[in-house]
């Protein structure tokens, strides 16, 4: 199980990623895991992964900020919003985080294309550039 071999931020940052759509490769390459590893924690959460071609791999990214990230301990799917859903509850969570700014970097860089990064829903990060080169 991925639970044994994965650390629980590890695997709320797969789930995430999954929600929003990433692919097993990008998952892997973002957080610097197997992809096998990928493949079970999505498998075991339930979540339906894409199953087409996988984009080309990108360089990896320093992600350990992510460790003290508030939502490692909010349940994902509230930065994961259906149309016309309001972000609030997701806002607040974020205002209160100590990595808000590198988490709007990194879904700036990485083109994240759904759901709150860094206090911001997708339509707000639209036309906004990351502070520094991933």
Not at 20 to 48: C, F, K, P, Y
Not at 79 to 89: H, I, M, S, Y
Request: with cysteine; glycine share 8%; hydrophobic share 35%.
């Amino acid at each position: 199980m991925s639970g044994h071999l994965l650390d629980e931020q590890t695997i709320a940052a797969i789930r995430r990623h999954a929600i929003n759509g990433r692919s097993v490769t990008e998952i892997a390459n973002t957080l610097g895991i197997s992809r096998d590893a990928v493949r079970r924690a999505v498998d075991e959460a339930g979540i339906a992964r894409r199953r087409h071609l996988e984009p080309p791999v990108r360089p990896r990214q320093d992600v350990t900020w992510m460790e003290d990230a508030a939502c490692t301990e909010t349940d994902p799917e509230l930065f994961v919003l259906e149309k016309g859903e309001r972000a609030t509850d997701a806002k607040t969570v974020c205002a209160g985080c100590a990595v808000i700014e590198d988490c709007l970097d990194y879904a700036l860089v990485n083109n994240e294309r759904g759901g709150v990064w860094g206090g911001k829903t997708e339509h707000e990060r639209r036309g906004l550039k990351p502070r520094r080169a991933a």
